[in-house]
Every structure is written in structure tokens, then in C-alpha cells.
């Protein structure tokens, strides 16, 4: 027995142990002392019972048996080998814990990005760069496309047929592959009943499995590029008009400026496009009204209008008169403004002329008719 314990370096760092086909402990190095202690057994005592059947099985069978212990703190992967010429059992045990570890990180950073894939509103998909299929998509994706999952899942992009321009689809995942993403690039999808949605895309390189995959993300933008599409339209139909026809979004960010409002105000379009309304035209209100009240107006009623006074790009003050706007998408969600204001600072100034002059001509003729009245009473 001396012979066969000597084989085992008492210094070795892994657990090695032997044992009998009765399942007694022949031997145990310092480092198995964690087996023995999580066993409850000492050399020279009987390993317990589910343990001896798996020497029993490993001896009869002469194939060896793995399992993983928990002894203490620590995880250990534990083998069994049968030695047939001394019937007997070599155990060697190697400390996984840290593996185990990381086999923990592992699956709560899965379980994350889980969560964090397919609880996500924005369409997500993750595409296979070896063979163009699809590994995985999410709710929101299968929803705007109005797919199943097992449509999508295992097909490629050209399959389904997503991309009416496939080439510049492929294009930017060629594009993707260079640089490692794609951010915010516009293009049409086609979804399963045939609709074509206006997407903005993007695309990042990922590593799963040690194998390159796309992530790719869509943002439906149909209705906003519709909206867009509907002021540009209203603003090329009333270009020639009189009337100076500002359109802004909800941020009152100016959309589209009509040749009119360059001559009123004396911008140009490129100079205003994207500028705050408000910082442009430094309105000033009439003695009770404020910007809040007339956005009250326009939110409660749908419009307002009235008298304003408005600065040029010239820093003259001028008054308009204007009929503001709200504009709508067909849901009903409001998506911007739009402001319809004529110049009415000549006929402001001839007004007052008119009615100083009037007030004038009233004075004059009281004083007339107070003479008049002096000349009778003389006579």
C-alpha cells in the first residue's frame, strides 16, 4: 500500500484520494481534506453509501464517473478511475469555484441581456454574420413587422424579403462589418402583410459564442417623415402667397418659411430652418397678453389670432396680424404649429394718422363751433 500512496505527491494542490472496492478511504492528501471533512469520513473509514456505489460502479465497469462537490466555499469537479490491478478507485478532484464563478456572471449577464432584449419597446434583432439568418428578435420587432417568431427565426433577411433595396441593406451591413456599427441610417422595411415602413437603422457588431453577430435596431418613423412630407406640401402651396406662412414642430423649431416671410421678416429659409420661432421674432405682446395665454388658446380652441408685434432681421419692429395653429397627425397626436401673419404696420401707421387727424379735425371744429357761438351771441 506504501507503494501506491507514494505515487501521490502530498504537496499536490488538487485533491487526490484512493479508496477500496469496500469503500474504505486508503488515502488522502492535505488538499482532499475538504472531500473527507464534506463525506463525513476519515482514512480507513467507509466513504458514504452514494459515493461507494458510484466505486462500485466505476471498479465493475471500469469506466470513470465525474461529479461535482461543494465542500465548504468551495466547488470541486471530482473523478473517479478505476486502478483494476489493485482494485481500487483513484479520486482526483480540481477546484472549479472559479469557473463556477464565472459560469454565475455568466448567466445573470444572459438573464440581463434577456431582459433587456426582449423587454425592450425598441425593435430588436441579432443576425448570424457567417450565415445572414436570424439567432433572435424581440416582441417589438415581431410587432412592427407583424411577424411570428418562427417565421423570422433560422431565415435570412433576403428570404423574408424585408428590405425593398437590398442592396443598400447590404451595403451598410458590409459598411458594419468595417467600422463595427451603423448608427441612424434611414431605409424601408417591408412587413409581412406588404406594408413599407420608413425605419431608422442601426447596426453593431457583437460576439456571441465566439462568433460575430449583428445587433440591429429599428425606430418606426413612418408618420413623422409622413408629417414632414405634409408641411413641406403645405409650404410649396402657399409659397407665392402674400401672407408670410411659418410652420414649426412641437418644439416650435422652424419647419418652413415661405418666400412672404423673407419678405416681412428678412430672413432667408436656410437662415431660420431649426432656430426657435420665438428667438427669431422676439414677439412682444399687447398689454394683457402673454405667450402662455395664447398657447392656452391654441391648445383649448385649435388657433388663435390677434395683433402682434414682431422684429426684423433688420431690428425694426413691424405689427402682424396672426392666426397660429396647431397641426395634427391622423391620430390625432399633435405634431407641430403652423403661423399664418400679414404686415399690417402701414395701416397701423395710417390708422393713427386717421385718427390723430380725426381727433384733430374734432378739435378744430369745437373751437369753430365755440366761435361761431361767440360771433352770434355779439350780434
Known amino acids: 500500500m506504501q507503494t501506491r500512496m507514494e505515487q501521490f505527491p502530498a504537496t499536490n494542490p488538487n485533491p487526490v484520494l484512493s479508496a477500496g472496492k469496500d469503500g474504505i478511504v486508503l488515502y488522502s492528501n492535505v488538499a482532499g481534506e475538504p472531500l473527507?471533512?464534506?463525506?463525513?469520513?476519515?482514512?480507513?473509514?467507509?466513504?458514504?453509501?452514494?459515493?461507494?456505489?458510484?466505486v462500485h460502479r466505476v471498479i465493475s465497469l471500469n469506466s470513470p464517473e465525474k461529479m461535482e462537490v461543494k465542500a465548504g466555499n468551495r466547488i470541486y469537479l471530482v473523478s473517479f478511475h478505476s486502478i483494476p490491478k489493485e482494485e481500487c478507485v483513484n479520486v482526483y478532484g480540481f477546484d472549479i469555484s472559479d469557473q463556477k464563478k464565472l459560469e454565475v456572471k455568466l448567466?445573470?449577464?444572459?438573464?440581463?441581456?434577456?431582459?433587456?432584449?426582449?423587454?425592450?419597446?425598441?425593435?430588436?434583432?441579432?443576425?448570424?454574420?457567417?450565415?445572414?439568418?436570424?439567432?433572435?428578435?424581440?416582441?417589438?420587432y415581431l410587432h412592427l413587422l407583424e411577424y411570428n417568431s418562427e417565421d423570422v427565426i433560422g431565415r435570412t433577411t433576403k428570404e423574408l424579403d424585408l428590405f425593398p433595396n437590398f442592396a443598400e441593406r447590404e451595403e451598410t451591413v458590409a459598411l458594419t462589418l468595417e467600422q463595427g456599427y451603423v448608427?441612424?441610417?434611414?431605409?424601408?422595411?417591408?412587413?409581412?402583410?406588404?406594408?413599407?415602413?420608413?425605419?431608422?437603422?442601426?447596426?453593431?457588431?457583437?460576439?456571441?459564442?465566439?462568433?460575430?453577430?449583428?445587433?440591429?435596431?429599428?425606430?418606426?418613423?413612418?408618420?413623422?417623415?409622413?408629417?414632414?412630407?405634409?408641411?413641406?406640401?403645405?409650404?410649396n402651396l402657399?409659397?407665392?402667397?402674400?401672407?408670410?406662412?411659418?410652420?414649426?414642430?412641437?418644439?416650435?423649431?422652424?419647419?418652413?418659411?415661405?418666400?412672404?416671410?423673407?419678405?416681412?421678416?428678412?430672413?432667408?429659409?436656410?437662415?431660420?430652418?431649426?432656430?426657435?420661432g420665438p428667438d427669431i421674432l422676439q414677439t412682444t405682446f399687447p398689454e394683457?397678453?402673454?405667450?402662455?395665454?395664447?398657447?392656452?388658446?391654441?391648445?383649448?380652441?385649435?388657433?388663435?389670432?390677434?395683433?402682434?408685434?414682431?422684429?426684423?432681421?433688420?431690428?425694426?419692429?413691424?405689427?402682424?396680424?396672426?392666426?397660429?395653429?396647431?397641426?395634427?397627425?391622423?391620430?390625432?397626436?399633435?405634431?407641430?404649429?403652423?403661423?399664418?401673419?400679414?404686415?399690417?404696420?402701414?395701416?397701423?401707421?395710417?390708422?393713427?394718422?386717421?385718427?390723430?387727424a380725426y381727433e384733430t379735425l374734432q378739435v378744430q371744429s369745437e373751437e369753430l363751433q365755440v366761435s361761431n357761438e361767440e360771433l352770434q351771441s355779439q350780434s
Open 36 to 54: 473527507l471533512h464534506e463525506w463525513g469520513v476519515n482514512i480507513g473509514e467507509k466513504l458514504p453509501l452514494h459515493i461507494e456505489n458510484i
Open 288 to 356: 394683457g397678453l402673454s405667450r402662455e395665454a395664447i398657447a392656452k388658446d391654441i391648445f383649448e380652441k385649435g388657433y388663435w389670432e390677434g395683433e402682434l408685434i414682431q422684429k426684423t432681421k433688420d431690428g425694426r419692429n413691424i405689427t402682424v396680424y396672426a392666426k397660429s395653429m396647431v397641426l395634427k397627425d391622423e391620430s390625432g397626436v399633435v405634431i407641430g404649429g403652423v403661423s399664418i401673419s400679414s404686415d399690417i404696420t402701414e395701416r397701423k401707421r395710417t390708422e393713427e394718422t386717421l385718427h390723430e
Open 238 to 276: 402657399v409659397d407665392n402667397v402674400s401672407d408670410a406662412i411659418i410652420s414649426t414642430d412641437k418644439e416650435l423649431k422652424i419647419r418652413s418659411w415661405n418666400k412672404a416671410a423673407e419678405r416681412i421678416y428678412g430672413w432667408q429659409e436656410d437662415e431660420v430652418i431649426d432656430q426657435k
Open 107 to 140: 448567466r445573470e449577464s444572459e438573464d440581463r441581456f434577456y431582459k433587456a432584449f426582449h423587454g425592450n419597446p425598441t425593435a430588436l434583432t441579432i443576425t448570424c454574420v457567417a450565415d445572414n439568418r436570424y439567432v433572435d428578435v424581440n416582441d417589438s
Open 183 to 235: 448608427h441612424n441610417h434611414e431605409m424601408d422595411v417591408r412587413t409581412k402583410t406588404g406594408r413599407i415602413l420608413r425605419v431608422l437603422f442601426s447596426l453593431e457588431t457583437v460576439n456571441i459564442n465566439q462568433e460575430r453577430h449583428i445587433l440591429a435596431t429599428f425606430i418606426d418613423i413612418t408618420e413623422r417623415k409622413q408629417a414632414e412630407e405634409r408641411l413641406r406640401y403645405h409650404a
